[in-house]
């Protein structure tokens, strides 16, 4: 088959998460042609989890009646340190036992299909820089809040990797030097305090404590089944301590966009991921703490939005890293 012709056909992109794997048929338009989804289940160990991918891959395709030879191949956008280069998982937090896994060839060999493999963040990144909130905006920062934080830096245009390709883990800069221990083994992180999985954690906490909380009818007395779901209901439903847990992550978040726009004077961060969705009720007072402690001039030049694309940002961006490079060998 001959360049131009791979490069027309769609591709099969998988979002790998600490809860969830996406899977989704994206068309050169980027048209989700097909979706699904299923748990990650990564207590379950690392060959679970890569038996899940694949069978995520065969039953996407079985659906449309697409064999895996009419696409241009597999694209994983997976939580954690990424090396995309050599196709290998080196760290992820929230994929528990996840060191040094060569996700990439693991998948190419046992599907036979080309696969490629970059970080969750990165591949949100790129699909709101050319496709939804950040289209034209050159220096950005996505953030994404769910069950950990991830991030991803654009300058000048480009996708910023660093030296070895994992630049970008804005959920483990530290915080709060005496802070919550995170998985990543540091003490502090920002994802220890702000990520759905903390507010979730405090809520628990406070509520095992002794206060009083409306989460408690909410979970029907299985107050280890709050999430932070539940927490941003109660709060919309003027529950003080679901308030209360979610300012407190607000405020910390609000800490860590502080040192992202002194260090990096974005035009604009993104916020995307599953706790995103609490909208104004979690950004509201991460704006004022950006507005209060940032450098003037580089807090008014920088705006702080939603994403626009939702859920569906990472598997967009797994694709477009795709069609681009089959575009930049097509110039070739």
Same mark, same amino acid.
């Given at each position: !088959?001959?360049?131009?012709?791979?490069?027309?056909?769609?591709?099969?992109?998988?979002?790998?998460?600490?809860?969830?794997? $996406?899977?989704?048929?994206?068309?050169?338009?980027?048209?989700?042609?097909?979706?699904?989804?299923?748990? %990650?289940?990564?207590?379950?160990?690392?060959?679970?989890?890569?038996?899940?991918?694949?069978?995520?891959?065969?039953?996407?395709? $079985? /659906? %449309?009646?697409?064999?895996?030879?009419?696409?241009?191949?597999?694209?994983?956008?997976?939580?954690?340190?990424?090396?995309?280069?050599?196709?290998?998982?080196?760290?992820?937090?929230?994929?528990?036992?996840?060191?040094?896994?060569? *996700?990439?060839?693991?998948?190419?060999?046992?599907?036979?299909?080309?696969?490629?493999?970059?970080?969750?963040?990165?591949?949100?990144?790129?699909?709101?820089?050319?496709?939804?909130?950040?289209?034209?905006?050159?220096?950005?920062?996505?953030?994404?809040?769910?069950?950990?934080?991830?991030?991803?830096?654009?300058?000048?245009?480009?996708?910023?990797?660093?030296?070895?390709?994992?630049?970008?883990?804005?959920?483990? !800069?530290?915080?709060?030097?005496?802070?919550?221990?995170?998985?990543?083994?540091?003490?502090?992180?920002?994802?220890?305090?702000?990520?759905?999985?903390?507010?979730?954690?405090?809520?628990?906490?406070?509520?095992? /404590?002794?206060?009083?909380?409306?989460?408690?009818?909410? %979970?029907?007395?299985?107050?280890?089944?709050?999430?932070?779901?539940?927490?941003?209901?109660?709060?919309?439903?003027?529950?003080?301590?679901?308030?209360?847990?979610?300012? #407190? $992550?607000?405020?910390?978040?609000?800490?860590? !966009?502080? #040192?992202?726009?002194?260090?990096?004077?974005?035009?604009?961060?993104?916020?995307?991921?599953?706790?995103?969705? !609490?909208?104004?009720? *979690?950004?509201?007072?991460?704006?004022?703490?950006?507005?209060?402690?940032?450098?003037?001039?580089?807090?008014?030049?920088?705006?702080?939005?939603? %994403?626009?694309?939702?859920?569906?940002?990472?598997?967009?961006?797994?694709?477009?890293?795709?069609?681009?490079? $089959?575009?930049?060998?097509?110039?070739?």
């Amino acid at each position: !088959m001959n360049g131009a012709k791979k490069a027309s056909l769609p591709v099969v992109a998988i979002d790998l998460g600490g809860s969830k794997i $996406a899977a989704a048929i994206i068309s050169r338009e980027y048209q989700i042609l097909a979706r699904e989804y299923h748990p %990650t289940l990564a207590s379950e160990g690392v060959a679970s989890v890569i038996n899940r991918i694949a069978t995520a891959v065969k039953q996407i395709t $079985a /659906s %449309t009646s697409t064999a895996l030879s009419q696409t241009c191949g597999i694209s994983i956008a997976a939580a954690g340190a990424i090396d995309h280069k050599r196709g290998t998982v080196t760290l992820s937090p929230n994929l528990p036992g996840w060191r040094d896994v060569p *996700l990439g060839s693991i998948i190419q060999e046992r599907l036979g299909s080309r696969t490629w493999l970059f970080n969750d963040a990165n591949a949100a990144a790129l699909g709101e820089h050319y496709l939804g909130a950040g289209r034209g905006v050159n220096n950005l920062i996505y953030l994404t809040v769910g069950t950990g934080i991830g991030g991803a830096i654009i300058t000048n245009g480009q996708l910023y990797t660093g030296a070895c390709g994992s630049a970008g883990e804005i959920g483990h !800069m530290t915080i709060d030097a005496n802070g919550p221990r995170c998985e990543c083994g540091n003490v502090g992180c920002l994802e220890t305090l702000a990520s759905g999985r903390a507010i979730a954690r405090e809520a628990i906490r406070r509520i095992s /404590s002794g206060e009083r909380s409306s989460l408690t009818e909410l %979970t029907d007395g299985k107050i280890a089944d709050i999430t932070a779901r539940e927490v941003a209901i109660a709060a919309r439903q003027g529950d003080p301590l679901a308030g209360s847990v979610i300012n #407190n $992550a607000a405020a910390y978040l609000g800490v860590g !966009m502080v #040192n992202l726009v002194n260090i990096f004077n974005p035009e604009m961060i993104i916020v995307g991921g599953g706790v995103a969705s !609490m909208g104004d009720l *979690l950004l509201n007072p991460a704006r004022q703490v950006v507005k209060e402690r940032a450098f003037p001039v580089s807090s008014a030049a920088a705006s702080i939005v939603t %994403t626009e694309l939702g859920h569906d940002a990472g598997l967009l961006g797994a694709a477009y890293f795709v069609f681009k490079q $089959a575009e930049d060998r097509e110039e070739a």
